[in-house]
């Protein structure tokens, strides 16, 4: 066999390289579909009045604060990014409609799309008129989005640290898992009793004990009520509250296709 086919190469041509590869696309639309658009910019204008509304939350901070003057730097800061979000707001807006339809100007659109409920002070600062008083603003449904999240992670770490060999702050963490119960309120009130059933005996145990440990009826309990806590926050298929209705029914309108023709 000749040499040049047993002798390694010289020189690797077309080595490939993490920089060389190919970012693949595969389940990308090649066309895109009716309602995208408006989908994307319907995200931008959401984006733009979160922002906006949490700026203007600080403007009102800082002006009432007993150091008010000592600020003003970051009134001037505050204020040049109020402005910012304004612009890309009404910019967005502008391009919200298809082409071919009328344009709208910011206040109608606001009021259409249900937006003055989900950011009041927003829709203040835009001057618009008639703006629905209540509590389903955008705060709130993130306020209650808080409140599950804290729900579905205290009953996760109960389960995992059921698992453990020492139980010593169990009382304290249902201690907590209840609060969060009281403070959602609602649907998941049924599940303060079954934590009270229970809490005192654990109480006991944790406080009598330097390495304490649950026994397996009530590790059995604790498994099966976090469980059941989980499963109602996050697959029971409850309506939206009255907190999140307003967010859903805008994200429903600019995720909605519009009819073929």
């Known amino acids: 066999m000749s040499k040049l086919k047993t002798t390694p190469p010289l020189v690797k041509l077309n080595t490939a390289t993490a920089a060389q590869e190919v970012e693949i696309y595969l389940h990308e639309p090649l066309i895109q579909k009716h309602g995208t658009r408006k989908k994307r910019i319907g995200l931008q204008i959401l984006n733009a009045l979160a922002r906006l509304e949490v700026l203007l939350n600080k403007e009102e901070a800082l002006?009432?604060?007993?150091?008010?003057?000592?600020?003003?730097?970051?009134?001037?800061?505050?204020?040049?990014?109020?402005?910012?979000?304004?612009?890309?707001?009404?910019?967005?807006?502008?391009?919200?409609?298809?082409?071919?339809?009328?344009?709208?100007?910011?206040?109608?659109?606001?009021?259409?799309?249900?937006?003055?409920?989900?950011?009041?002070?927003?829709?203040?600062r835009l001057v618009v008129n008639n703006i629905p008083s209540g509590k389903a603003d955008a705060l709130?449904?993130?306020?209650?989005?808080?409140?599950?999240?804290?729900?579905?992670?205290?009953?996760?770490?109960?389960?995992?640290?059921?698992?453990?060999?020492?139980?010593?702050?169990?009382?304290?963490?249902?201690?907590?898992?209840?609060?969060?119960l009281n403070q959602a309120g609602g649907h998941f009130l049924k599940y303060k009793s079954r934590v009270e059933l229970h809490f005192d005996s654990i109480k006991a145990l944790t406080s009598n004990s330097e390495v304490p440990k649950l026994n397996e009826e009530q590790k059995e309990w604790l498994s099966q009520v976090t469980a059941d806590i989980?499963?109602?926050?996050?697959?029971?298929?409850?309506?939206?509250?009255?907190?999140?209705?307003?967010?859903?029914?805008?994200?429903?309108?600019?995720?909605?296709?519009?009819?073929?023709?």
Request: overall charge negative; aromatic content about 6%.
């Open 230 to 261: 989980v499963t109602e926050t996050l697959f029971s298929g409850r309506p939206v509250t009255a907190m999140s209705q307003p967010l859903a029914a805008y994200l429903n309108e600019i995720s909605e296709v519009p009819p073929k023709n």
């Open 140 to 180: 709130a449904h993130f306020n209650e989005m808080n409140v599950h999240n804290q729900l579905v992670s205290i009953s996760l770490q109960l389960q995992h640290d059921i698992k453990l060999q020492n139980h010593k702050y169990m009382a304290h963490q249902l201690a907590l898992l209840y609060q969060c």
């Open 63 to 124: 002006a009432i604060s007993e150091n008010a003057v000592q600020h003003l730097a970051q009134q001037q800061y505050n204020k040049t990014e109020i402005d910012a979000a304004l612009n890309v707001l009404e910019t967005s807006l502008l391009q919200f409609e298809e082409d071919g339809i009328p344009k709208k100007d910011t206040q109608t659109y606001l009021s259409e799309l249900g937006l003055t409920v989900l950011f009041p002070r927003s829709a203040k």
